[in-house]
T-cell receptor, first 116, second 109 residues
Framework: NAGVMQNPRHLVRRRGQEARLRCSPM?????VYWYRQLPEEGLKFMVY????????ESGMPKERFSAEFPKEGPSILRIQQVVRGDSAAYFC??????????????FGEGSRLTVL | GQNIDQPTEMTATEGAIVQINCTYQ??????LFWYQQHAGEAPTFLSY??LDGLEEKGRFSSFLSRSKGYSYLLLKELQMKDSASYLC??????????WGAGTKLIIKP
């Protein structure tokens, strides 16, 4: 049973380009979370999605960032017109139940974005 | 604002015991999690406390005092593989996980 799969593991972009990060949750999990982690800092919540629905995007910057979790295929975090400050590790986590059921999250190994 | 505080770094000796503290101020409380994260890897779940008291799971135990806004993770019989960052996270009233910056634990032989 494969765990949460994220790709690419490492991504380098120049300022102004687009970054697309993909996350395939564990089999049977329909709840996906995206977090951002800067060096020496804690994980920062970005967005919580269920299949075809954005449940909570209160942690997403208002511009340039978007996320989706289609009926088929992985969840995608999209960053348009990247800037140097977007350089970070982006972690995806999945769960078989809604967050109100307070279960553990299963994390992917992260995608490390470097903006030149 | 919401705040999770834990020490930045701790050092301990192989075979010893170490206690990692976490204090929190959050808008509401629906439980506290501890995760382990090895460098460059995914965080992995260690424990969940929602009621006061001690939860023991093998070499690892986690304690919670809701009235004090305080938790600790206790690691016994330390092994070199326990060298990692330990992340404290609180589920707030909106069921959002608020994360501490993590405690980097260094184990020396």
């Amino acid at each position: 049973n494969a765990g949460v799969m994220q790709n690419p593991r490492h991504l380098v972009r120049r300022r102004g380009q687009e970054a697309r990060l993909r996350c395939s949750p564990m089999k049977g999990h329909s709840h996906v979370y995206w977090y951002r982690q800067l060096p020496e800092e804690g994980l920062k919540f970005m967005v919580y999605l269920q299949k075809e629905n954005i449940i909570d995007e209160s942690g997403m910057p208002k511009e340039r960032f978007s996320a989706e979790f289609p009926k088929e295929g992985p969840s995608i975090l999209r960053i348009q017109q990247v800037v140097r400050g977007d350089s970070a590790a982006y972690f995806c986590a999945s769960s078989p139940q809604s967050r109100e059921n307070t279960g553990e999250l299963f994390f992917g190994e992260g995608s490390r974005l470097t903006v030149l | 604002g919401q705040n999770i505080d834990q020490p930045t770094e701790m050092t301990a000796t192989e075979g010893a015991i170490v206690q990692i503290n976490c204090t929190y101020q959050t808008s509401g409380f629906n439980g506290l999690f501890w995760y382990q994260q090895h460098a460059g890897e995914a965080p992995t779940f260690l424990s969940y406390n929602v009621l006061d008291g001690l939860e023991e799971k093998g070499r690892f135990s986690s304690f919670l005092s809701r009235s004090k806004g305080y938790s600790y993770l206790l690691l016994k019989e330390l092994q070199m593989k326990d060298s990692a960052s330990y992340l404290c996270a609180v589920l707030d009233s909106n069921y959002q996980l608020i994360w501490g910056a993590g405690t980097k634990l260094i184990i020396k032989p």
